[in-house]
């Protein structure tokens, strides 16, 4: 596919130049995802890996995630990633429910979703992650409790589990104009998430993130570093990084990317933080986590008292809880 080529093309030629982005260079977990990776051939994500190892240190790579969906899976390509290293998998199943994976427009169904989470267990790949969608319209709360004991039965250490939402500019979205689709119903939402921190309790699954819940100890690494501060850099189209004082964001154009490439144009735009900016961002993903806002981190800051004037009222409304770390 020659779009493919160019765009792995541009792809080589970015990690190239971003070499000196991060501090000491260094990376010790590996994310493939957005869109469908599992399209791009192993030997084709190797020539990926291999360009990362000749410009970063890459000394020891703690997790190494790549996303899949369903129906792409087979074993060939799980032999070339287990091979590579790949040591853990992000599915998208989204449902176990064939109405509301066709309504979601997803080319697997129940049985396939199913079939490749055992799949990856026979290769050895028992790092997995399932995403899960709720608010589905047409779903009730018995369908995402049914939805919820499939997972179980999987016997995997970690789920992913994402609200619907309606975003302009999508096919979805296009439809509840017209009317020829319902928006999601959000008592519908709120009580489903409600079982679902329910199950996840009774399960011992440990809600670290407002969408991410593990057991055993099998926190996402990766994405648990975009919630810590910790530098990350993407490469490719919309592709985010952050290296501790500037973020940087690919332009998610994937003709635009290649173009800007191959003529050597200008691809993102980025800024530098500035003090007011990364406090409101750690504020905004410290609150996602179970380990939440830092007194420490704040001092650092100098925004504890702006902080804690703020909290105080939601303290009282017992929205916020203040402990003694």
Not at 45 to 66: D, G, L, M, P
Not at 78 to 106: A, P, T
Not at 110 to 129: D, E, T
Request: charged share 25%; net charge negative.
């Amino acid at each position: 596919m020659q779009s493919k080529d160019a765009l792995i093309t541009a792809l080589l030629e970015e990690i190239v130049q971003r070499k000196n982005y991060l501090p000491e260079n260094f990376i010790n977990s590996i994310y493939f995802g957005g869109g469908t990776p599992s399209l791009f051939s192993g030997k084709e994500i190797h020539e990926i890996y291999r360009k990362i190892q000749e410009n970063y240190v890459v000394s020891f790579i703690a997790e190494w995630t790549i996303e899949v969906n369903p129906d792409d899976v087979t074993d060939e390509l799980l032999e070339r990633y287990v091979k590579m290293g790949v040591n853990r998998l992000s599915i998208g199943i989204q449902s176990f429910h064939d109405s509301e994976l066709q309504f979601m427009n997803r080319a697997h169904n129940a049985k396939q979703a199913k079939a490749c989470v055992q799949l990856a267990k026979k290769h050895g790949l028992h790092k997995i992650s399932v995403d899960l969608i709720y608010g589905v319209p047409g779903s009730s709360l018995p369908s995402w409790k049914e939805n919820l004991d499939q997972f179980l039965e999987l016997d995997v250490d970690h789920l992913s589990a994402y609200n619907l939402t309606l975003e302009e500019k999508t096919a979805y979205h296009h439809l509840v104009k017209q009317g020829k689709a319902a928006a999601p119903d959000q008592d519908l939402c709120a009580d489903q998430f409600s079982y679902l921190m329910e199950f996840a309790k009774q399960n011992k699954f440990e809600h670290y993130e407002i969408s991410n819940f593990a057991r055993n100890g099998m926190l996402a690494i990766h994405n648990t570093n975009y919630w810590k501060e910790k530098n990350f850099i993407g490469f490719g189209p919309g592709a985010h990084s952050f290296n501790g004082s500037s973020r940087q964001w690919n332009v998610s154009n994937n003709q635009k990317y290649i173009k800007a490439l191959n003529e050597g144009l200008e691809y993102f735009e980025s800024e530098v933080l500035d003090t007011i900016s990364s406090y409101n961002e750690y504020i905004m993903t410290s609150l996602r986590t179970q380990w939440g806002v830092q007194k420490k981190r704040l001092k650092e800051f100098a925004f504890e008292d702006h902080f804690q004037g703020i909290a105080s009222l939601y303290i009282e409304q017992k929205k916020l809880v203040e402990t003694a770390h």
